[in-house]
Structures are given as structure tokens and as C-alpha cells.
């Protein structure tokens, strides 16, 4: 099981990350490729909060893949092309996510690998069996 460490004594984070998450000892990890918002069918929506919706299942599939859940998240990597797309992505992945406060690090970046592309997130996973 993963212990979240949300500290009171540091500010807190406006939305649902924790300053920390321990891994213990055993687990498997999994460290997932950059996700992005493109469909199975090739397409990608245009609003970002939907490019989210798509990434989320895009990432349960490969945590189902390796018998774990979004709850096995340890951390998330996010990068974005517009500042602006911050309180949708954190709409989402609050919703997403639940009460499940996985570590991380957002980055505002000049473009993803393709123009439609707004936003790209990374997972780490741990599992203990």
C-alpha cells in the first residue's frame, strides 16, 4: 500500500497532490510512456478537458494491462502548452483521481509532438502482490 505524505507544515498544493508518496518495500513499478489525448480511431478532440478524459483511459488501460488501478499511481509527470489549460486538466484528474493524492510536476512547455497535442502526462505506478 502506498503512504501519501501531505504535510502540513508545507503550503499546500491548490489541487489534489501530495508533497510525497512512499513506495514500499517489494512493489512493482511501472512507468507508463507520455500519454496524450488521441482516440483509438486516430483522432484527437480539441478541447483540452476532453484530450484529458482520453488520456485517463489511455493510462487505465496500460495500469489494467499490468494488473494495477489509478490508485497504484505514485506520481504523474504533465506537460502542457498553455497555462491556460491548468484548472481543466485539475478539473479532471481531481474527478479522475478521487481522494488518490499521487506526487506531481507540471511543466508549461513551447509545443508536444504534434500541433493538436495540448497536453501529454506521464505515470509512475506501484503495486505490492
Given at each position: ?9 508545507l503550503?499546500?498544493?491548490r ?27 486516430g ?46 486538466f ?7 483521481m ?16 504534434r ?15
Amino acid at each position: 500500500m502506498l503512504k501519501v505524505h501531505v504535510l502540513d507544515e508545507l503550503h499546500h498544493h491548490r489541487s489534489n497532490v501530495a508533497h510525497g508518496v512512499e513506495v514500499p518495500a517489494g512493489a512493482r513499478l511501472l512507468f507508463t510512456n507520455g500519454q496524450v489525448g488521441t482516440k483509438p480511431d486516430g483522432s484527437t478532440p480539441e478541447a483540452t478537458a476532453e484530450q484529458v478524459e482520453v488520456i485517463f483511459e489511455r493510462l487505465k488501460a496500460v495500469l489494467k494491462a499490468a494488473d494495477m488501478t489509478l490508485n497504484d499511481i505514485v506520481r504523474f509527470d504533465v506537460y502542457m502548452t498553455d497555462r491556460a489549460d491548468i484548472d481543466p486538466f485539475a478539473e479532471v484528474r481531481d474527478r479522475v483521481m478521487g481522494d488518490h493524492k499521487p506526487g506531481a510536476t507540471l511543466l508549461v512547455v513551447n509545443g508536444l509532438a504534434r500541433p493538436e497535442l495540448k497536453i501529454e502526462i506521464e505515470a509512475v505506478a506501484a503495486k505490492v502482490d
